[in-house]
């Protein structure tokens, strides 16, 4: 009787597209930090030297403190794209971390950077609720 083989790595031509999927991400990623980073600073600008506190300096200050959080949001999303490009070189890329089992191609399309099977992170959700 025939054993199935089951793959424990994506060969370099997958390995390829996932790396210039990943490529386009962080292209698209960093033209989106640069337009929060401007958006903020155009924020900073327009809110002057105000030496009042009314109602809108803190819908302002609100605003400002969003456009933090998603720009260090889209940092970390960028340094993950980053590891995953360092994986795929070091051919560990679409490993789960967890069971060592290769993560779905369907999954990492979806959401690249990933380090968990699907299996894995429901294990992990079930733990955290």
Known sequence: MIQPVFKTRYNTIELAEFKTLINQKISLAQKDLKALKDSLQSHIESSGNRSEWDIETSAQEGERELLNRL????????????????????????????????????RLLQVPHTTLSIHAKQ????KSA
């Open 123 to 126: 294990i992990l959700n079930k």
């Open 71 to 106: 720009i260090q949001r889209q940092y970390h999303f960028i340094r993950d794209l980053q590891y995953a490009l360092i994986r795929i070189e070091n051919k560990t890329y679409g490993i789960c971390r967890k069971t060592g089992q290769l993560i779905s191609k369907e």
